[in-house]
């Protein structure tokens, strides 16, 4: 049984009967208790009664029995008998030796097995009560003893039965048994049927339309909230967030593989051309020569984009381990700044150390390295020949900054807010001169450097007036 509906259903249909079959139990037995204490009342009573009119009628002082003549035993007076016949139910006196002194007519009409039960059974009747139960074949018996004191043979004691009244189920018990109960059931199973259809028919509407989001082309598509209830709303907008996620990641997949496409496509068009080129019969040496130089420069482009590639995806992977050990944030910053004179005295851009302090962060070297180079050299790939690129790294109480000012070409604000996406470059018009500028990588993979260290790299930048970026590192970080 595979469906949950038809489970709730019988689940519930089982409890209805297990809560229908106690309450009728429990009201049955109460009806059974009362039965017994209505027959013990009448019993009491009518022992009362027995003893009243044996008392009434023995002679004052006197017996209450007769010698029998017959039998030369004791019998009861017969006047007391005839008095005694006119109750009903059952009455029987017996004296202390267990002799019979008088059976009503019903107790005559018992067959011998139910006799017996009594006879041996009148002595565990108490006088006055608790009842003594008898199960006889005419039905079920409460018997009460009275105690009368008699002159001759001491005691004799009068019991009394009463019958209570048949047990079996009454009719209206009956109809409701067999006829309202059911019926209640099969009422309650239908409608809760009817509800949970319901609440079954949205949840299969809700996997219809997640089945369909889900085919990859409507990820724009959301699920409607219906109101229909909070558990349901809950899982719909629960589902309609994660449907975003999706989507999310689902464009920004398909950007980076055209964008990755696109990169490797040109580098492998040049290499191609060159390569045919330097195959040609008639190509020169030397022009062969430029040629190879051309497609190992290609190559060494695809390699710095691969590897910056798989650096960000290990890092979006969280599988790059930042070592964290002291660097000499100062030492680092001289050893970039040289490599800045180099590059900046090709473009014929001027790199200045404007200010510098001792200090030392928990970090990764290399990573920290490559971060700051990315950084410098931007600025001067970034800064026109005349220009000016200024470094400075400064420390404040538990945070060291590093930064890099240009009088470059600097970003618009419209463009400002992509510089750290992955493969964003400003229009490539603007860059200098007709050298081709890196895949766009460099930006992501330093704030991704500058966050792994619990740090920040921000940026502020004018059109055509320059850009300042700023690193932000804690001097000890923790995090992992
Ligand atoms: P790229 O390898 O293209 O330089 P980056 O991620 O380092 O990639 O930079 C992304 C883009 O941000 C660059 O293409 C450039 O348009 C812009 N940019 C980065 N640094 C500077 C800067 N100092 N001045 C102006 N534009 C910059």
């Known amino acids: 049984m595979r469906s949950s509906r038809l489970k709730l259903t019988l689940i519930f249909l089982l409890l209805s009967i297990a809560i229908a079959a106690a309450i009728v139990l429990s009201a049955d037995s109460t009806r059974n208790r009362n039965v017994y204490k209505l027959a013990a009342r009448d019993a009491v009573l009518l022992s009362e009664v027995a003893r009243g009119l044996i008392e009434a009628a023995a002679p004052r002082g006197g017996s209450l029995l007769e010698s029998d003549s017959t039998t030369g035993g004791f019998i009861l007076a017969p006047s007391i008998q005839r008095q005694l016949a006119t109750l009903p139910d059952y009455l029987i006196v017996v004296g202390t030796d267990s002799t019979i002194y008088f059976a009503s007519a019903p107790v005559g009409r018992l067959n011998d097995t139910d006799w017996n039960n009594i006879y041996t059974g009148l002595t565990k009747v108490e006088d006055g009560g608790p009842a003594g139960v008898m199960r006889l074949s005419v039905g079920t018996v409460v018997f009460v003893g009275a105690r009368i004191n008699d002159p001759t043979t001491g005691l004799i004691r009068v019991i009394a039965g009463s019958r209570t009244e048949p047990e079996a189920t009454p009719r209206e018990l009956l109809t409701v048994l067999y006829v309202v109960i059911p019926l209640m059931i099969v009422l309650a199973v239908t409608v809760f049927w ?242 081709r500028t890196g895949a766009g990588l460099g930006l992501a993979i330093s704030q991704w450097i500058a966050q792994a260290h619990s740090g920040s790299l921000t940026v502020s930048s004018r059109l055509g007036k320059g850009s300042l970026f700023t690193v932000i590192l804690p001097l000890n970080f923790t995090e992992s």
Request: aromatic letters at 4%.
């Open 194 to 435: 009817f509800v949970t259809s319901g609440v079954f028919q949205r949840i299969e509407r809700v996997r219809a339309d997640v089945a369909a989001i889900s085919d990859g082309k409507s990820l724009h598509r959301r699920l409607s909230n219906e109101g229909a209830s909070e558990e349901l709303d809950s899982l719909i907008t629960t589902l309609n967030s994660m449907i975003a996620r999706l989507e999310t990641s689902f464009l920004s997949l398909r950007r980076f593989t055209a964008d990755a496409s696109h990169e490797l496509k040109t580098p492998l068009a040049v290499i191609r051309a060159d390569i045919e080129r330097a195959m040609h019969e008639k190509t020169t040496d030397l022009d062969r020569q430029i040629a190879l130089e051309e497609s190992l420069q290609e190559v060494r482009r695809m390699s710095d984009l691969v590897d910056g590639l798989l650096t960000l995806a290990r890092s979006d992977e969280k599988q790059i381990e930042i070592v964290k050990e002291p660097v000499n944030l100062t030492a680092l910053t001289h050893e970039v700044y040289e490599t800045a004179l180099i590059l900046g005295e090709a473009a014929g851009v001027n790199v200045q150390l404007s200010f510098i302090t001792d200090v030392t962060v928990v970090g990764d070297h290399d990573r920290l390295r490559q971060l700051f180079l990315n950084l410098v050299t931007n600025a001067i790939k970034y800064t026109p020949a005349g220009g000016r690129v200024d470094i400075g790294l400064g420390v404040h109480a538990s945070t060291a900054t590093f930064a890099v000012r240009d009088t470059g070409i600097g970003i618009s604000a419209s463009d400002l807010p992509h510089v750290f996406d992955r493969f964003w470059r400003a229009d490539r018009v603007r860059t200098r001169g007709s050298e």
